[in-house]
């Protein structure tokens, strides 16, 4: 069930202004990156569809449980209503931060952040990062002084690391925000609804490494895999050679010897193949989570991380999951509030605008969705 509650709400355990009826309504939601709702409302006989304000928030299924997400963004069509809406935690591109000069334990930081605030929020932040480290900031909205990747300030994700979890009014900065759960999966055919990358142009297998009392080689157990060997130079003069030798050895114990991998596999594609079974495991997984990729062509295996999904909000599962090696780059529409991939519209449509848009369609004789002038009044 989709609710729909006053912009003023700060709980959701009742039905609020009362339930919706979308014909479709679907979450997509990047590590680290947008987090967004995408709902189409049709012209109900019950006027359900006239509780669609920009700035009231709706309240949504997620794999991790129901969320809050607030309009931003409403396009009435001739057929129904469409909507965009960001989780609630995107508020925070509202507020200000005044500069933060802060070093020491993450769980400070984040103190420090809250107390740069231009004016209090009903938010809640916690970490379970045990470093410490630099926060850096000009006057910036408190999700780029969270996320940015600007150069010329140390967000808290570029000072301690982290992965979000976003969960309502609750911002928790996780030194891993998944686990691994034991899943695996096997691929190497082509499969409709399976798209599958591989990358090797930052493959290393030959790590020649140099330090300040000599030098030593390491090869790849993979060298023999590519036409010819692929060197990389470490060299740290300030360091033992036997130091730099083992930052060359983590090198390839973190697979850089191994191409990086990219699945991203839709479910609603997949379900009536024979393969399907084979990738059924990956809707019991979450953002953040670990997942053992098997190339049984090259031979190899690696760890991957979901980096992002999309979720049927009415149905309750996924429609597809994106396994990667990265964090998607965090790019300045993150931190601005614009929707990454496509654009949903810098424009807005306030409540005078949708009304003049449906008496318009009052005007088509044809009207399919009897949509009447005491309706479009109220």
Known sequence: MITIHEKTAKTFDTFGLGALVPSHCVVEEELNGAYELELKHPYDDGGKWKRIERGRILYASTPRGMQPFRIYYVKPTMKEIAVNARHIFYDLLDN??????????????LTALQAAFAYPMPFIF???????GTLATGRMNPVQALLSDDDEATSFV???????????????????????????????KNLVGLEVTEDESNVKTRIVCYGKNGSVTLESPYINDYIYPKIHTLTEENKSISEVQAE??????????????????????LEKTVEYREYAVLEEVFLGDMVTVINTKMGF???AKVISYEWDCLLEQYNDVELGDFIPTLAASVTSGVKSGSLASSAYINAASVMTLLQQHLNDFNNPHHVTA???QS
């Open 158 to 188: 570029k000072g301690y690391g982290g992965e979000l979890l976003r969960d309502g009014f609750r911002v928790s900065v996780k030194a891993a925000l998944g686990q691994d759960r034991g899943v695996s999966i096997r691929y190497g």
């Open 301 to 303: 295996q690696k760890r």
């Open 96 to 109: 200000r931060c005044e500069p933060i000069s802060h070093s020491g334990t993450a769980e400070a930081a």
């Open 374 to 376: 005491a309706q479009v």
């Open 248 to 269: 060359g050895q983590k090198l390839l114990d973190e697979g850089c010897d191994i191409p990086s991998i990219n699945i991203k596999v839709d479910f609603v594609a």
């Open 126 to 132: 916690d970490t379970d990062i045990s470093l410490t």
